[in-house]
């Protein structure tokens, strides 16, 4: 079984920003699993474990759902926190679609496809974001909350999308390690 997803790749220039934020945040001194800068994408579908005979039939349905974009852009910026600002355990940045609604058309559509060969639909309440940590505990619960309040309002860039990938998720004691198993590029 392979443990897996379907998400957009962060460039460098926008890792080393979220690097940056992660620097300020962490300065509040609270209990947060960070994500290493380098393995922080836009999640765009989880399918959990896979077998491998169906990564061709899943790379089909990928190719089928790009068709309908063409290359866009992603606005990257402002921070949150899921649940809640006041309660957080998942501290994010978030994505704004382009004026086409690109992401949210390819979204769906591959949620629909992926749904017929069984996977988990999405339940129509996609949050694009980039996840920067999970709280551990809520040690120094109040000064992670100011700092993230001081980066509500960061603006990190722009990502021009013009491929999407199927990845391989294999959990290690170090984090998880990442592999492509196949990009299908977006038709320009």
Do not use: C
């Not at 940045?93 to 949210?104: H, M, N």
């Not at 999405?122 to 000064?143: A, I, M, W």
């Not at 860039?157 to 492509?180: C, F, H, N």
């Amino acid at each position: 079984m392979i443990r897996a997803f379907i998400a957009i790749k962060i460039p460098e220039a926008i890792q080393a920003k979220l690097r940056d934020v992660q620097a300020k945040l962490k300065r509040s001194e609270a209990q947060v699993s960070w994500v290493s800068p380098e393995n922080i994408h836009l999640t765009v579908q989880f399918l959990g474990n896979i077998e491998e005979e169906q990564v061709p039939q899943i790379v089909s349905q990928l190719q089928a759902s790009v068709k309908l974009v063409s290359p866009f852009q992603l606005q990257v910026g402002y921070a949150g926190a899921f649940p809640n600002l006041q309660y957080p355990r998942v501290i994010w940045i978030g994505i704004t679609d382009d004026a086409a609604g690109s992401l949210k058309t390819l979204q769906e559509d591959m949620s629909v496809r992926l749904a017929k060969m069984g996977f988990k639909q999405e339940d129509g309440r996609f949050k694009p974001h980039l996840t920067l940590g999970r709280v551990k505990s809520q040690k120094n619960k109040s000064n992670l909350v100011r700092a993230i309040e001081g980066v509500v309002n960061i603006w990190l860039g722009e990502v021009a999308v013009d491929a999407i990938y199927l990845i391989r998720s294999d959990l290690k004691p170090t984090g998880a390690e990442y592999t492509d198993l196949a990009e299908i590029n977006i038709p320009g």
